[in-house]
């Protein structure tokens, strides 16, 4: 069959993980465009996307903004210092909370491509944050951190006569910290999982070939593994810190953005002036001023994507 | 003489007892981190685990294990004897019924739209893929407000269909770039072999496309599963009654509660993640396979 | 290229945006031949039969359909909020705070109906504080109406574990008779309960909270009261922060407060505690006492008789001075908002159950943790006041026999908002957390107030 010789194999190549560009050939035969009713079925297949697109996205964003439009909300957001707060709390979760997470990850997906059975064991029990639903472990980990009867302080107790810290009662830095430790026991699972998928898709004969070449350990690591994870590497950071803005169920039950609303961001912030206090259009304009971080992000993901199709 | 760069071949004896203490430390430090990792992953689980057994009002105990276990929260549950949970079974159904279709909606939209623009290149596809990214540009989190207020506007409140419309929009995009590189991977010829053979694309999508996808489909899947049974705050705003809720919702409503009834509201959560748990454990190995290029097929 | 697609797929555009237009009357139209309520999940499950009962009568009697749903309390006043902004309400509503979160804002911009053609007939009835409590501003018309239909009441009562008192080697019988005396009280228990083995145990419940959305500021402003401060805001919506006695009782009232937590006396939580944390304290016996709304403490124990019985349920002591202290009042009914779709048959329902006999009986089915608006229903069902059940004896008297003020926010919907934002939880937090002075504290919470005031001017024409 025509068409047939020249087909390329394996796309995943050492010229950068991942980047995939079209041959020649091929790029021939779509040139023309589809015609006819091969255009139409195209079209039909796009449009539920589309569709949900413009209704659930679209309209819902054009309506926050209109919702968040008018300055003197921005004004009353400024002077409130619990607005000021979740500014730099929202700040912090994300630089700490992502970077420290997908560092880990990185490192973790690292020693789960060991090949003992007992590692991949480890595996199936590591995903477990993941899997269990959100709600209920943030629920409990709220519980254990409690400083009367939760199980952390009891342990110290118990077992070491420690009277343990509050983690969650008074200090808003300890609080702001408990709440990142729970971000990153619930996601990093899932960024580990993807990073070891990019791994295993590195091929063998590179690591085979360096050996030869004298390099162990680390020593692989820098000039093999990182060099064709790098981008996938900061595609993750953007993706999570995208996902990440938005976290509100974290903080909602595991410190409830106290002590006395001190560990709040924006995402919790936004809810609270919505519903508690009763006034939405505070609560858009107080999510709204996310965006001059949000917008170069994805910008920044969409050249990403666009120039070099990478595993996620 | 511990060179670093050598002929290969060349055997270097000294480095033998070396290597075999480093190898022995490695693997001791592995261990190591193979028990703090379980510690740390499995200790809100062993809480939430001891809360559950527990009898009532024991929770406020100062012990680090059950004293007195019993199942019979996890009865009361099942049985829907105490009153937050009279109608728990019909929200499981709620809850099932979303994750389903939101996996069936999602993997629906997302694989014909990465067959348009993947496999049949669509011309100008790019701005549906730069669309897809842009839906992430807001965080669904703050979406959620006008969102709560346009499905008021529609009678759609109490409706479990603006919940599966919010979860297949975020889960969406995600998946149509996972299709779109895993199917970057499939070669094109097949397709064209059968558009010479006189397929016609709904034909194309359905015999070569989709089976071909099925690993990126199960990871796909399972992931807008879990993202379904993992959301918590659309569920929320949009279901309030008792027979519109999810479990989700149930349990943030045991915190009203004056009773402290934990243990009970941990039972329903325990139950609630069997699911999602059992989901991914069996479609784990898929899953791996569907998240990578599905190729060092060298 | 085929520019005949091109059309197609605006057609099918077009066809889905028509689809959903053509949708959305008929989604709407289907509500229109019954009456829709919202109600708020009781904190017992007897409250929630009870009502279930009482529009089940009404069906029955009117031959009007009810579409009843009982929403959990904070999922509940979410949906309100939502629903009156944007219009898409139901016809009848009540929440258990309406009246401090939800009436006095959209009263103030007329977006309740008014109630009064079904309150009025019982205003004689009706305790002079209830028929205060239920008029609200609407600064449309520019006079106070019954924009909540009220058919029941509550105050709070002090809850406390007698046995542990007994414990600790009291008698509660000893306990003073003035305000702070009475606080100061239960502090050594703590210790001596402590020594006894009760790990983690706090004398005092006290929500000194910024979250919410009800315990802090209410506990806040008893403590107001109680040190002299009636005059914070009078019935015509002003202000008096700068009387003397006012400052003074809010100085002292976070003196005292503040004081308490940083000497150990609360639980260091208290900082975040919602509403419903206190009373979860109260049953893991964590702390010893609690002032708390209504006497749901004791009435999620009903059914263990043991701790129904050690609990114990105390109304209001004097003044520092001496004076009686007044308790806070609160209405609670049914309110609806214009825009509703069945305006004759929500009203019918609420004129229904605020009959005296038809909310007595519902109220008794809930167990008495509301209490009725008229004084002659307890005096006369003797029930109400029966030996039998001292703490439903103590809850009444306190409500509806003692002197009692309606809360502040009825008078100015600006003290709704600042409750709203927590003002005081987070003065108290500031003085706790950041070493604030009381003095600075209470001055700048009178600017943040002052400044939400300034939005809501009452003008008496």
Known sequence: MDGMQGMQTAPALPQGAGTYTLPQHRRRLWRGG???????????????????????????VLYGLWMGHSPALYEQLWEDPIYRMSIV?????????????????????????????????????????????????????HWMLNSQWGLLDNMLWNWFHIDGPQFLDTSRWLALGSVIVAYIWKWMPFWTVILLAGRMAIP?????????????????????????????????????????????????????????LTTNVLATLGIRDAYTVGQPDVGMAAVMTALPLLIPLVLILMRKMRTAEVQL | MSASVATPGRIRPRRTKNYRLRAWVTEGLCILLGVVL?????????????????????????????????????WQVIDESYWYVEHFWHQYYNSLYMGAMTVFLTLLIASLTSFAVGRMRIRHGWVITNAALLTYVIPATFLSIPFYVIMNDYGMVNNIWAVIASLVTFATPYAIFIFLNYGASIPMELDEAARIDGASPIQVYWRIYLPLMAPAMVAVGTYALLLSWNEFLYQYLLLSSDRSMTVAVALAQFLNSDESPWNIMMATAIIYAMLPVAVYYMFRSKMSAGLTMGGVKG | MSYLSRRSVLQATVGLAAGGALARPYIANAAATTASAWFTQGFIPEEDAALKQVVANYEKESGNKIDLSIVPFAPLAQKIISAISTGAVPDVMNHDIADAIIIPQNAWHDKLIDLSDISKPYAAEFSSTVNLAAQYWNNVTKKRGYYLAPFKTA??????WGDLVEEAGYKMADAPKTWTAFWDWFKPMQAKLRDKGHRGFYAMGLQITSTGPADGNNMFYGQILAHGGKNFMTSDGKAHFDDPQVKEA???????????????????????????DDNNAFHAKTILMDFDGTISTELAMIHNKKNYDAAVTMGLPLGDAGQPTPAQLGAGGCFMAKGCKNEAVGKDFIKYISQPKVANGYLKAGLGRWLPCMPSIVKNDSWWLSDSDPHRKAYVTEGLLGPSVPFFYVYNPGVAVANAQQVWGQMQANVIRNGTKPQDAAEQGFKQIQTILDQYKIVQS
């Open chain 1, 34 to 60: 589809l015609h006819g009713t091969e255009y139409t079925w195209a079209v039909a297949f796009c449009i539920p996307y589309m569709a949900i697109f413009l209704a659930f996205v679209i309209y819902p």
């Open chain 1, 89 to 141: 709390n929202t700040i912090i979760y994300l630089a700490v909370g992502v970077n420290v997470k997908l560092f880990f990850a990185l490192l973790l997906s690292g020693f789960f491509m060991r090949k003992q059975l007992w590692v991949k064991g480890l595996l199936v029990i590591f995903v477990l944050p993941w899997a269990v639903p959100a709600l209920p472990t943030f629920l409990s980990i």
């Open chain 1, 204 to 260: 063998q004969e590179l690591y085979e070939s360096a050996e030869v070449d004298g390099a162990t350990g680390i020593r692989q690591f820098t000039h093999v593994t990182f060099p064709l994870l790098a981008n996938l590497y900061l595609i993750c950071t953007l993706l999570s810190t995208i996902f990440t803005m938005g976290d509100f169920t974290t903080v909602y039950f595991v410190s409830g953005g106290g002590p006395a």
């Open chain 2, 38 to 74: 379980v510690i740390w992953s499995v200790l809100p689980i062993y809480n939430m685990i001891m809360v559950a057994v527990q009898p009532h009002g024991d929770v406020f105990t100062s012990s680090t294990y059950p004293v007195n276990p019993t199942l019979g929260a996890f």
């Open chain 3, 155 to 160: 105050c709070i009562p002090f809850h406390i």
């Open chain 3, 250 to 276: 809010v100085i002292k009232s976070i003196e005292f407060t503040t004081s308490a937590y940083k000497e150990g006396y609360v639980p260091p939580g208290a900082l975040s505690w919602n509403d419903a």
